[in-house]
């Protein structure tokens, strides 16, 4: 199994931005899937999730700016970014969990990165 993020680039701030992340492989199911990111010197944060109930959940940070989907049908997600601050520059990462031919495991992605200019 494999997660390819994309979508990631430079913007003013105010803009938007839509990430993807597609998971390939022998892929049975994915139960939950993540978007992290990791400012320059800073640690890992979570971003948000969605379930495969389609319920989500976001960090406060970004709380009514970002947007969580997914298309089932492509093994992809997105994290659709609106109203875009310089301090949400940073490497976006996506992580599942995710339950293939050889069970089930967390997987990343490589990361995007977003840079947002003032």
């Known amino acids: 199994v494999q997660l390819q993020a994309s979508g990631g680039g430079l913007v003013q701030a105010g803009g938007s931005l839509r990430l993807s992340c597609a998971a390939s492989?022998?892929?049975?199911?994915?139960?939950?899937m993540y978007w992290y990111r990791q400012a320059p010197g800073k640690q890992r944060d979570f971003v948000g999730l969605?379930?495969?109930?389609?319920?989500?959940h976001y960090a406060d940070s970004v709380k009514g700016r970002f947007t969580i989907s997914r298309d089932n049908t492509k093994n992809t997600w997105f994290l659709q970014m609106n109203s875009l601050k310089p301090e949400d520059t940073a490497v976006y990462y996506c992580?599942?969990?995710?339950?293939?031919?050889?069970?089930?495991?967390?997987?990343w992605g490589q990361g995007t990165q977003v840079t947002v200019s003032s």
């Open positions: 992580r599942a969990h995710i339950t293939s031919s050889s069970g089930g495991n967390t997987y």
């Open positions: 492989g022998s892929i049975r199911s994915i139960n939950l």
């Open positions: 969605i379930t495969n109930g389609d319920n989500t």
